[in-house]
């Protein structure tokens, strides 16, 4: 089993950054962040492991990282956009290759909101 802590959600302008956090419990070979806004399907935000996948709508203004040593996550997000409000959910798992094959393990979720 893996925990997962989520942190760093909150209320910004359009604009404005933030940076998620998602602490394990232990490590896993693949990390992700997912997010889902009201009404809509769940969707995949960026993820990491050897190499990293950002969906299109999010390329060149979220970062993905990850410190090993502490198990952590991060997800820096700039220039942020009023659709890119939903509950963000730090995801883990498995893969091989640099490539991730399925997520397992789920946070909470944190929320994120992007005013106009």
């Known amino acids: 089993q893996v925990q997962l802590v989520e942190s760093g959600g909150g209320s910004v302008q359009a604009g404005g950054s933030l940076r998620l956090s998602c602490t394990a419990s232990?490590?896993?070979?693949?990390m992700g962040w997912f997010r889902q806004a009201p009404g809509k399907e769940r969707e995949e935000v960026a993820t990491i492991s050897y190499s990293t996948y950002y969906a299109d709508s999010v390329k060149g203004r979220f970062t993905i990282s990850r410190d090993n040593a502490k198990n952590t996550m991060y997800l820096q997000m700039n220039s942020l956009k009023p659709e890119d409000t939903a509950m963000y959910y730090c995801?883990?798992?498995?893969?091989?290759?640099?490539?991730?094959?399925?997520?397992?393990?789920w946070g909470q979720g944190t929320q994120v909101t992007v005013s106009s």
């Open positions: 232990r490590y896993t070979y693949c």
């Open positions: 995801a883990a798992g498995s893969g091989y290759g640099g490539f991730c094959q399925r997520f397992d393990y």
